[in-house]
């Protein structure tokens, strides 16, 4: 079972930053987690991932170049630096975790998709103004 606790997200303006952070607490090590982020009116869309016991990351088009990954293995946190915000950038960001159970393959095919985890975070504002 994994439980995982946002912090982070708020109100920002237009080239401003922000940084999300994902605690994991779970029985069992993950493979792979992952951002999200939910528009209204719009599906679910893979932002950012990290396999963890390689660090490879992999990212949405769209925030290339402005968002990382990266993680704190020891406290077991994953974060989303977010730079050059932009009002597009807007939504609720959610941090997610795979089972444990699915390789390499899935992660590097699927991880875009929100079916590929099992657990979820409880979801995070960002707000962009231009």
């Known amino acids: 079972q994994v439980r995982l606790v946002q912090s982070g997200g708020g109100s920002v303006q237009a080239g401003g930053s922000l940084t999300l952070s994902c605690g994991r607490i779970s029985t069992h090590r993950q493979k792979y987690m992952a951002w999200f982020r939910q528009a209204p009116g719009k599906e679910r869309e893979g932002v950012a991932t990290i396999y963890t016991t390689s660090n490879a990351t992999r990212y949405a088009d769209s925030v290339k170049g402005r968002f990382t990954i990266s993680q704190d293995i020891i406290q077991n946190v994953v974060y989303l630096q977010m730079n050059s915000l932009a009002p597009e950038d807007t939504g609720t960001y959610y941090c997610?975790?795979?089972?444990?159970?699915?390789?390499?393959?899935?992660?590097?095919?699927?991880?875009?998709?929100?079916?590929?985890?099992?657990?979820w975070g409880q979801g995070t504002q960002v707000t962009v103004s231009s």
């Open positions: 997610a975790a795979d089972s444990g159970n699915r390789g390499y393959k899935v992660w590097e095919t699927r991880w875009h998709l929100p079916e590929t985890f099992t657990s």
